[in-house]
């Protein structure tokens, strides 16, 4: 009990700090695209650790979810008038139901799960840019939303839903539902003999987590304003997202963070300074990564007999 | 007399005060002129617009190259000559990347001119950005039909016209040959989806239905069984809308699979010929029809600027190499800004915008008719017909149509190869 009371000290911790940072960056740094593009991807890393760090079922597709969002949030600025806001919790509401069709995925695992959530990724994909679509999705033509474009409010947006995944995070963490999330992750059925509902646990994350990523996908959406399905849909979000994750460990809530915050800032800055090594560099370091820390950067604390939430 | 002598006095003193005024303004203006004008833009050094990136990159690079030798351009807001900076990010074809480069040329650099990647997507992501912070966005090449929807002071699309317009000659052509089964197959995307409906809507109108329409993925590089589905539908002519890597494929895929029309268009061989020769083969792109694009066509009256074939000299002898399209394209968005830079009376965006305005349907460079509308969208610069005709070991252009750019006669039906 001591311990949960000290590690929602610290997830309270980590929230203030997130809040804080990304209160005060804009005013020392004038590029919101780039502080707003590392929330993204921290979120995204994040809601990624859901289902991945927590029950081992990883989704290659992700940025289906993300594409969902940013497309249901569009539609429904374009036709129903709502809210931005509410357009947004739209897109989170797609793409839980886009989640609820490929819940029977989870019946597979391992590589074959992540094959079929990456195929169903681009049949979203090829679904919205397809031109009998057109009145409804622009098709190939992309969608326009610069009607409510607003990139302080997306920005502000951006961040509560990375605090509200951080706190899904920390939950899972310190929860009883996270620690028998743990045990089904490492031997599934000595968890369901021990009490664990398998079925509904997985379920209930893989949802969680595809509303996450709608919503992000919502929110990138409204700062975007004019974008095209590739922009939304390309495999380069699941990437970057699952690397990030990896980079800073998965199962843990400091590391998706930590891994999407740092490598994103080197990311940035060496696509700024010396764009010309930018694949050499950033693949080296992954490579590297891979080879010497595969358990992310938490790991190296892990090490120094650190707690890491 | 008094009272006449009292008016000239204090008209005249009233002239020397506004006379001073305007000297020391211009002076003042002249100080505050900055060293160098900075003009920022993004280019693709990986990913699928590379090629093309690379390219009109190229052309503003040596535009900017050739003013500098002169001293500068010219800014009338200073009346000085400035030299140009071009502070120039790679976006590896990714707009997520370009969203934050387009930020960081706008606050960080806080650059004074701002010019977009090739091509509507990575075009897409800086324009909103660039109206947020009342720039305006110079568009070399962004084509796409969603762009140009309402009047904006923030937008203009310079060196190539929107896409939407793109076939209408191409239609004219069909419509004038008397072609009445056509097949149009196009990628999944603005540019060439676009281009397909404003085809088929022009074909239409003159009582012609396409045999086939049917949309196909960017990603799509093998159109062997597709080719095969559009025979059965026994098409006079086939036109393929795609980019060139679609274009270089479904070219190699037809010339392999034995099928023959009478008729055959893609896009990218009247772009970047000597890519598609060294991909496809002379013998395979012999008798296809293209938009022929300078330097493959010339503009020899300009207003502004070197004409076509000027232009090619100069290139060759400054970089050693043949220019393409992408390179003239890149060339002529550096001399619409000089222009616009010569003409602008103050140096603020809306100034600029204006001047655009202003040269609209007055100026034509080497790409020809500078026409923009109050929406941004580029109305000149048309697109001919051409046909790529055997010539020695290669291919000549010969331009079909419209009749009064014609440089020949289309060989219709193509002969078998």
Redesign the interface.
Known sequence: MRNATGGTRYAVAVLATLAVAFVALPQVY?????LF?MMTYMALAQGLNLVYGFTGYLPFGYVGFFGTGAYACSILVTFTGLPVLLCVIGGGLAALLIGLILGPLLRLSGAYFSIANLAASQIIY?VV???ALKPLT?????I?I?QV?A?TASYAAMLVVLLLTTALAAYFRLSRFGLGLRAMHQNPISAAVAGVNIVRARLVVWLVSATVAGLIGGVYAWN?????P??VF?L??SVFAIVFALFGGVGTVIGPLLGAGLLYTFY?AI??ST??Y??LLYGSLIVFLVLFLPNGLVSLLVRRKLHVL | MRKFLKHAWTACAAGAVASGLALSGGAAQAANAPSVLTIGTLYA??GPFAVASKGQFEGLQYWADTVNKDGGTYVKAFKKKIPVKIIA??D?S????A??????LI??DQVNILIADFG??LT??G???A??HKMLLIDPTGS????F?KKTDYLADVSIPSSTVWPLTLGHFLLGQKIQRIAIIY????F???QAETLKATLEKGGVKPVYYH?V??SESNYTVLLHTIAAQNPDAVIEFGYAPNDIAFLRNLSSSGLHFKMTFTIFPGQLLDLMTKNVGAKALAYTYTYPTPPLVQTQKVTYGPNTAAFVEQFKAAKNAEPNFLDVAGYNTGLVVQDMLETAPAFTQLSFHQALMDMSGKTTTLLGDFKINENGAQLGELFSVGQLVPSGNGNKMVVVYPKEKATGTAVYPAPAQ
């Open positions: 004038g590029n919101q695209s780039v593009t090829y840019s397809n031109e622009g098709g190939p033509y992309g326009k610069d474009f990139p975007l304003s004019v974008f095209y590739d922009a390309t380069e979000i940035a696509g700024v764009p010309q930018f694949q | 050094s990986s990010y790679d590896q990714s707009t997520a990347t969203t934050t480069l387009y930020n960081q606050t960080q509507s997507v897409s992501v324009i909103p950005l109206a947020e796409g039909a969603n762009f929807t990628d999944s995307n603005d060439d989806a676009s949309g993925p960017t």
